[in-house]
């Protein structure tokens, strides 16, 4: 199907990389819980270790659901890829950037 326009769309994303400085917006999907249908898009600082990102940021979201046990052994996946975690890692040292989306389940 062809698509028509008016013009060319030339306005930068408001959502772009530069604008968080060392931050970066990482997408947190629980995939097949149908409490949360979608993923949650979080602000984290790219140097921030993989534990900390889970205890500060996936750990309180998650734990909205009744069925969240933080202490169960989940599988993950970054950007639809088998993805394993390593706690003092960085989360640009694990490959997690902006705008990616970390899921997991089990």
């Not at 984290?44 to 046990?69: E, G, L």
């Not at 640009?92 to 389940?105: E, M, N, P, Q």
Request: charged share 20%; proline share 8%; aromatic share 16%.
């Amino acid at each position: 199907m062809a698509l028509k326009t008016i013009g060319t769309y030339e306005f930068p994303s408001r959502s772009r990389q530069e604008l968080y400085g060392e931050d970066m917006l990482v997408h947190v999907w629980w995939k097949d819980n149908p409490m949360f249908c979608a993923a949650a898009t979080f602000r984290a600082p790219q140097a921030m270790s993989w534990a900390d990102f889970r205890a500060a940021i996936v750990d309180p979201w998650a734990s909205s659901d009744p069925d969240y046990d933080a202490s169960h052994a989940f599988s993950w996946g970054l950007d639809g890829q088998p993805f394993t975690p390593e706690p003092g890692t960085s989360l640009a040292d694990l490959g997690i950037g902006h705008k990616h989306t970390l899921s997991f389940w089990g």
